[in-house]
């Protein structure tokens, strides 16, 4: 399993959080959203995009725990959207063999 793969796997949000993003799921549009949110001229392989976006949602995130004045409900749930978007274009990962 790759670290990306694993890092999704692991990924625990209220689910809320997650209902609110599959419904903007379908609203997903990888050249325009992945360059607002990334802050990108142009949108990164699938990769790249999915490690940048991981590492704002934990941040977004660790702002939402610590009840913080500066989190953004609407761009957290922006950034799970593209996290599940991108993670749907990712080849599938083997399964772990039980030898």
């Given amino acids: 399993m790759t670290d990306l793969a694993r890092r999704l796997t692991e990924l625990r949000r209220p689910r ?52 913080a004045a500066g989190y953004s409900l609407a761009r957290h749930i922006d950034i799970l959207i593209a996290v599940m978007g991108e993670a749907r274009l990712l080849p599938p990962t083997p399964p772990l063999s039980a030898t």
Avoid: C, K, N
């Fill in 16 to 67: 809320l959080l997650i209902r609110a993003a599959r419904l903007g799921l379908g609203e997903y549009d990888r050249a325009r959203d992945l360059r607002r949110l990334l802050r990108l001229p142009v949108a990164p392989a699938t990769p790249r995009a999915l490690a940048g976006l991981l590492a704002e949602e934990a941040a977004l995130e660790e702002t939402r725990r610590a009840g």
